[in-house]
């Protein structure tokens, strides 16, 4: 597998069993041109293929993958053994064999609610609705989906085109997590390869093109393509920053994991939960790291801003010369290229964007430690379709289970996920009761301090003022005069655009939240009601989620800039 740290670029794999061998050569080229025009594209990402390893299609897929050195994971519709019935000649059973053992993960979907391990051993209804199911997984858990098929619509449950369309519209909710009518619904693109079947020349295209289809809500194909391959830059540049910054996460992270999961408890993380500490951990620290930089650019702005207010005041008021007005001009002129520079290299949005990152993960690591299947991907700023897209396709990217048996049954709690039940009360729950009362006064005392300073320099300018209507006119007055309000101006600004009144709203709420939902899992454990701690926990987590965006929003609506007036 790659580097736990770097988010993949996830390509699903769905087609036919079956095409004429002349065919073959050019389909299997056709996928591994794909494969490298996306990781030219994308260079800092790696690639990682989802196949269920049906005969045809699946299997090129594959091949190709071993061949260029991408991993694959392998969803199976159901058990290898029964699976592979499915599969005619010992030549077929063996490949299969084959390429399940040089997966990076595979594990069996769960039967589908109805189904038994009888119903889906021979064909019918159960068996084809194990394959809607891992079609279903594979248009959920892919960014792109490659189709190799002949175009032509076909009703059958678990076909080719019922997972194109999946991709293209939406999954059924009896396949994913339950949504309201509002909710956007989750799809992605296309890569089509019209591929004739071995049964059947007929085609709806040209045979051996490529055709690349979008969701609709788009004005064009050209547009569609665009807002996708945003989302796929924006991965690839959190790698880039995960490659370029290795060093220095590396000596950050492991205080970065202990906070998130005290090390005295390492042993019970499973290779799942481990991964995720990791994405969260180099998260974590990039966002910490570019938020010092934001920082000191909103600082440095402002500051180049004060000086040439105080050069112009000494122009207009003290010394009428060249040096001075110059001075002045590229105080502004400072301004104006530490703006460009901070929006350049973006400073704000990855601080944002990754701080984002890592509190999605934190809700996913510990819903992943209790025992909870969901992916926080399909929980966080799902009603905005936007530029924050690609972190909610992060979060579901490393929410495919790499555990064979990662799709156990939720009705069954033993009593290890009970105990850890109980380090998730501890060391999450319990731990932001402690963080949002904390920041609520470490910012409050900010907010104090400010509007202290603020009072104080206005107040200074109207003693200033009046000093200079009593008094012999003084050019330091004058230069005060002015000064004084822009100081308390550039103040609010500071308060303005570090949202500090919005923080202690939101850190007031989650306090209170997290409090309540403390004296209430307590009151759970106590009973014994295994299950409902566990639901708790999931609503809990999508609430941490809902203040996450909501925090991620208000700061989107203050960007950085030069003060202006």
Known sequence: MPSPSLLPLVIGFTGHRAFPGEDVAAIEQMVRQIYQDLRTKYPSTPIVLLTSLAEGADRFGAHIAIELGIDYIAPLPMKPEVYATDFETPESRQEFQFLLSKASRWFSLPLAEGATDESISKPGYERNLQYAQVGAYLARYSQILIAVWDGIPVELLGGTS???????????????????????????????????????????????????????????????????????????????????????????????????????????????????????????????????????????????????????????????????????????????????????????????????LAEGLRVQFYWEYAGIRESAGDYYLRKQKSELDWIRYA????????????????????????????????????????????????????????????????????????????????????????????????????????ALLGHIKQYERMSELFRHATDWLGKLMTEGKRHEVKEFLLELGKEALSENGDWMLLHRERPLEVPKG
Not at 176 to 185: C, F, K, N, W
Not at 330 to 344: D, G, T
Not at 467 to 475: A, G, R
């Open 395 to 498: 979060l579901r990217t490393i929410a495919i289970p790499s555990e064979q048996n990662a799709f156990a049954p939720r009705e069954y709690i033993s009593e290890s996920q009970y105990e850890r039940l109980g380090l998730v009360l501890k060391h999450w729950v319990e731990d932001q009761v402690k963080y949002f009362p904390r920041a609520m006064k470490r910012d409050h005392k900010k907010l104090y301090k400010l509007e202290v300073l603020i009072n104080f320099f206005f107040a200074l300018g109207l003693a200033f003022a009046v000093l200079q209507l009593t008094t012999e006119p003084e050019h330091f007055l004058s230069v005060s005069i002015g000064l004084a309000p822009i100081v308390s101006a550039l103040l609010g600004g500071y308060i303005e655009r570090n």
């Open 162 to 356: 019922m997972v194109v369309n999946y991709k293209l519209q939406g999954i059924p909710e009896i396949f994913g997590p339950p949504q309201s009518p509002l909710d956007p619904v989750e799809t992605g693109p296309v890569y089509h390869i019209i591929a004739r079947r071995k049964d059947n020349p007929n085609v709806n295209g040209e045979p051996l093109t490529l055709k690349k289809y979008y969701p609709r809500g788009h004005n064009n194909l050209e547009e569609a393509e665009r807002s996708f391959e945003k989302i796929y830059e924006q991965m690839d540049s959190f790698n880039e920053d995960i490659l370029h910054h290795a060093k220095y996460i590396e000596e950050k992270k492991k205080q970065s994991g202990d906070y998130l999961f005290p090390p005295e408890h390492e042993h019970s993380l499973t290779e799942i939960l481990k991964t995720t500490r990791d994405y969260y951990t180099s998260a974590d620290v990039l966002a910490s790291y570019f938020q010092r930089f934001t920082y000191r650019t909103f600082i440095g702005i402002f500051s180049c801003v004060f000086a040439a207010a105080f050069f112009f005041d000494i122009y207009a008021h003290v010394w009428d010369d060249r040096i001075v007005l110059s001075s002045y001009l590229i105080s502004l002129v400072l301004a104006f290229l530490w703006y460009r520079a901070a929006k350049k290299k973006q400073y704000q949005t990855k601080y944002l964007d990754y701080r984002s």
